[in-house]
């Protein structure tokens, strides 16, 4: 059984952070941990509070984690302060923790911020240590100080995070997706960018996507697969997610994460 450590906000709707995960790493037959960063108040129409978790409670649950159920992968998602990026990026650096995942969370889909982290603060404690980043092209643009609005810019971006911190980046096209298709830029270090290219779905519900596809790449990190190959299965999976056509909620629902069971 390999186990993944989720590290996010709670969503009490259930479309995002921690319950996406947890029903992202269910249903890849894997055993599921979460250190809860923050509380949020939201459903598929927005976000109407979000209550942090303190520095030193978020340090003390993931020790609680490592020093009992050591994780095979770990994913990132909401640092709501730097408290919990410096506590987050301390204790993983303790216990060595691998294949980590971490989804640059700067705002919800409904545009709530979501974080009070400066890009370089989260750049020079986290990168370094992530196996891969997962930004979306306007949290890449927030990050590089780059206007991204072509494919030639995805791959400079995604080239000059890879080149600096020595990190796996996938940027997450969507923002940039024509009408019959989707494309995330994978840049692997030094190596030439990898773009996969996916059905653009006509489907509105789309709360959860960042969060699903960046656990599900570390489902598949933990399974021993390597990058490009962790990302090609998430992005199937996130993309059947999609197909499946969930419609809950009165504004932009979640994913049915179960749709292989």
Known sequence: MKKVLTIAGSDCSGGAGIQADLKTITAHGMYGMSVITALTAQNTMGITGIHKVPGEFIEKQLE???EDIFPDAVKIGMLPDPEAVEAVAKTLRKYNAKNIVLDTVLSSTSGTLLS???GDFMKDRLFNIST????NVPEAQKITGMKIETKKEV?????LLAGRYECNVLIKGGHLCTEDKSEDCLCIKTEDPIWFEAEKINNPNTHGTGCTLSS???CNLALGKDVPEAV??????ITACIR??????RG????????RL
């Not at 891969?132 to 930004?135: C, E, F, L, N």
């Not at 791959?155 to 080239?159: F, K, L, M």
């Not at 090609?232 to 999976?237: Q, S, V």
Request: no cysteine.
């Open 64 to 66: 609680t984690v490592f």
């Open 116 to 118: 009070d982290v400066k």
């Open 132 to 135: 891969i980043i997962t930004p």
């Open 155 to 159: 791959e400079e971006a995604a080239g």
């Open 216 to 218: 599900a790449i570390a």
């Open 232 to 237: 090609l299965n998430a992005k199937e999976y």
């Open 244 to 249: 499946d056509g969930l419609d809950i909620g």
């Open 252 to 259: 932009r629902g979640p994913l049915n994460h179960m749709v």
